[in-house]
Every structure is written in structure tokens, then in C-alpha cells.
């Protein structure tokens, strides 16, 4: 069993559309991530939350601490949004990333 | 995070040859992780080091997997005698501390191995 767990694996919106993306995990943590990888290219952070919520431009994250769950919200979404979105977090013990294995957004003009 | 620097950004290499893959991290940074992205997979933890010590490899595969991080100069990941099953994006990050601290990723290397 994967100590992240996104869902959905795949998803496809309209232009326009309110997009929720969402990550669970099973582990204590220090820090969870939120991570952009857009089709044959690099990682971006969006977001790092260790408890309530952040907000950049149209992208929302959230995170419940008690529930284990965290998610990213988009508004308004846009074609350029489309990428695979990656939930990571860090555990309170050792030394690395524990990742989720993506949400793949598709947004159709 | 533009000022974590992976190079090359591709490198294609012929079964048997040797792979090495660099990272820069973002200045003030001294921690660093690699991490391999294998096709239709996510992310899995390589190494991660501080300069010059390697303080966590349990995600290295035993054999011909080798990184390090000297005192001046990039992180190095070194792939011996390649294989095909070693094609994947390679990804660097670095942090200025332990992973509660935000870490910075580079663009990867993808590596090829015809």
C-alpha cells in the first residue's frame, strides 16, 4: 500500500470548470506538498501546507491534519492548466518525499 | 525553481555505458535528493545527501547506482554499465534543510538507454 494516494488518477474538465484534486495519506507528517509536472518536463512546487489552507492565483490547497487529507482546488480552470499534479509529503521521521503517483488534468478549451 | 540546474537534460546511452547526471541545487542549498520517475510510475526516492556525506541511499539500487555531493561542484548520480530498465527522468531537489522545508526541483534528466 502507497503512503499517498491520490484521486482521481485521470481527469478531464471544460474550460471554466471548478476542479478539485484530492491526497490522502497514511503516515505523520511534517509537510505536504503540491507539485505541477507538465508533459515531458520538470516539477514545480505550488504549495507547501503543514495545517490549514493557502491560496495562489486560482490554485486553492487545503489540508485536514486529524483526516490525513489534503486538497487542491483549481478556479476557473484553463487550458494551461493541464499537467499532472503530484501530491508529496514529508514524514516525520527519515529523510524523504513519500509522492503520490498523480492526478493527470486534461482541460478542453 | 529554476535555480536547482539538472544536466544534460536528455542523455541517451547504449547498454554497458556509463550515465552521469548532475544537479546543481539553488544557492544556500545544501541538502540534496534524487529521485527516479520510471514511466507510467511516480516518483520513488533515490539518495539524499548533504555535502560531502550521503545521509540517506535506501532507495539506491545495490548495484551500479553510485552519488555524491562534494564539497565544491554538483551532486553527481552515476549509472554503471546501463540497462534498459534504468530509461526513466531522473529529478534532483534541494532544500536549505530537511524535508519540512520547502524543496526545489529541477527540470530532470531523461535518460535513455537504446
Known amino acids: 500500500k502507497n503512503e499517498v494516494e491520490q484521486s482521481p488518477q485521470n481527469l478531464t474538465a471544460q474550460e471554466g470548470e471548478f476542479i478539485t484534486i484530492n491526497c490522502s495519506y497514511s503516515v505523520g507528517i511534517s509537510a505536504l506538498h503540491w507539485l505541477q509536472q507538465h508533459p515531458g518536463g520538470g516539477i514545480v512546487s505550488l504549495f507547501m501546507?503543514?495545517?490549514g489552507k493557502k491560496k495562489h492565483g486560482r490554485l486553492i490547497a487545503t489540508i485536514n491534519i486529524q483526516e490525513k487529507h489534503s486538497s487542491l482546488h483549481i478556479t476557473a480552470s484553463h487550458p494551461r492548466d493541464s499537467a499532472v499534479y503530484i501530491c508529496a509529503v514529508s514524514p516525520n521521521t527519515g529523510n524523504q518525499f513519500y509522492f503520490g503517483t498523480g492526478t493527470s488534468l486534461t482541460v478542453i478549451p | 525553481n529554476a535555480g536547482v540546474m539538472q544536466n544534460p537534460r536528455h542523455l541517451v546511452r547504449r547498454r554497458g555505458q556509463e550515465a552521469r547526471l548532475r544537479c546543481s541545487p539553488m544557492?544556500?542549498?545544501?541538502?540534496v535528493y534524487w529521485y527516479r520517475q520510471l514511466p507510467e510510475e511516480g516518483l520513488k526516492f533515490m539518495v539524499y545527501l548533504q555535502k560531502e556525506n550521503i545521509i540517506d541511499e535506501s532507495g539506491m539500487p545495490k548495484e551500479r547506482f553510485s552519488a555524491e555531493f562534494p564539497k565544491e561542484g554538483p551532486s553527481i548520480l552515476r549509472i554503471q554499465q546501463v540497462v534498459r530498465g534504468d530509461s526513466a527522468a531522473y529529478f534532483c531537489?534541494?532544500?536549505?534543510?530537511?524535508?519540512?522545508?520547502?524543496?526545489?526541483f529541477g527540470q530532470g534528466t531523461r535518460l535513455t538507454v537504446v
Open positions: 501546507l503543514s495545517s
Open positions: 544557492k544556500g542549498h545544501s541538502h
Open positions: 531537489a534541494s532544500s536549505a534543510g530537511q524535508t519540512n522545508t520547502e524543496a526545489f
